[in-house]
């Protein structure tokens, strides 16, 4: 059996991003590095590098979510980068959507132990939350699947004018090129490709900003939010 990496001190850039927080993210970082490694959640060859290409590479999206918004972490895995970004941005009310059983442990023992008051862990699948979930502002997600594919499970979750922020690599401007098509189906009016992180991050990180119309997930979508939305009515009346 491979030793288990040792977790590096957390660098000054992370004191500046996190501010009054630093001393949970620290603690974020001891879970990922032990727990996280433990139960398969992230690879051990990842804790060396767990500050500048994970936590912070996370945070820094806070540059661009707006203030004082919802927002559906999908695909939360092992939390990333919905706890960084609970972590700088208090006045965000943000969801943990994860399929698998033993992330959502984590991620809820987290939330518990941080103290996350404003975040919420749901498991499921975006498709299964439809019309369940209440839309919100803002959808984010980190190397969880392609573009088109990922859109189709994010922007039906959005309120009509919201938009997807979504962690993506060096090939970020030739994924939307080849998902605009499918974009367009899914009511998406802009998309575009944004730096974040100057001066904290090196490499930058990338952001792909997928904003929507009156209609997210276009026509197809509306009809399985509503038809949803009856359903879950029914049953409550029950």
Known sequence: MTEAAELPQAPEEAQTVFGEFFPEAVRYAELLADAGVKRGLIGPREVPRLWERHLLNCAVLSEVVPEGVTVCDVGSGAGLPGIPLALVRPDLKITLLEPLLRRTNFLQEVVELLGLDHVTVVRGRAEE???????????????????????????????????????????????????????????????????????????????????????????????????????????RRR
């Open 129 to 235: 939350v439809l019309g369940k979930l209440t839309p919100v502002h803002v959808v984010t997600a980190r190397a969880v699947a392609p573009l088109d594919r990922l859109a189709g499970w994010g922007v039906p979750l959005l309120r009509p004018y919201g938009e997807m922020l979504l962690l993506k690599g060096d090939t970020a401007a030739e994924e939307v090129q080849g998902a605009r098509a499918a974009l367009s189906k899914l009511g998406v009016v802009e998309t575009s490709v944004l730096h974040v992180g100057e001066g904290l991050v090196d490499p930058l990180s990338t952001v792909v900003r997928v904003e929507v119309g009156e209609s997210p997930g276009g026509v197809r979508f509306a009809a399985k939010r509503a038809k949803a939305a009856r359903t879950s009515r029914t049953r």
